[in-house]
């Protein structure tokens, strides 16, 4: 059923609003997947904040017009799914893990704010740890030095009562 021009106004709005945020979108042809494939795909892309939708290229196109991804318009040919997220990491992930389980889904390329990339950058990209996962280890970066700090502050009233201890045990002993 075809969209009247109002609805693909609509469309076109709701795509540009996410590409706005976006800073990486990925594209996939997914070229004779199940409907029960797309549903579980859908589900562990709304759970890790991923935008996934099947769009119009022509809808697409317009959306980008303008954008840090217009470059991705030469990329747009043939039944594309759209993989955009706010976390460079995340659609890429989200894409390429399905894609390893299921090989009706290929992965076409995608694009990062004023750059393109291929199958093997989406791939690579995919390997990346995410946002999270880095603002994790960086937190624990920063307080090796001060947890370490700490354990060597206690070590001095620990050796300390260790010593009264021994000294009390050997005076019982006596």
């Not at 996939?28 to 890790?48: F, M, N, W």
Request: proline share 4%.
């Amino acid at each position: 059923m075809s969209l009247n021009r109002e609805e693909k106004a609509v469309v076109i709005e709701e795509v540009s609003a996410e590409v706005s945020k976006a800073q990486s979108i990925i594209i996939a042809e997914y070229r004779g997947l199940d409907v029960a494939s797309v549903t579980v795909l859908r589900k562990t892309a709304r759970e890790s904040g991923v935008y996934l939708r099947v769009l119009k290229n022509t809808l697409v196109r317009r959306a980008l017009a303008g954008t840090p991804f217009e470059g991705l318009t030469d990329q747009l040919v043939g039944p594309l799914m759209y993989a955009i997220s706010s976390d460079p990491v995340a659609a890429a992930k989200v894409l390429a893990e399905f894609a390893k389980s299921n090989d009706k889904l290929v992965i076409k390329g995608g694009a990062m704010p004023n750059s393109q990339l291929d199958v093997e950058g989406v791939k690579a990209l995919a390997t990346m740890p995410s946002r999270d996962e880095l603002l994790a280890k960086l937190m624990g970066t920063m307080q090796a030095p001060i947890t370490q700090f700490v354990r060597t502050l206690n070590e001095v009233p620990t050796k300390f009562v260790r010593g009264l201890a021994a000294v009390r045990d050997q005076k019982e002993a006596a």
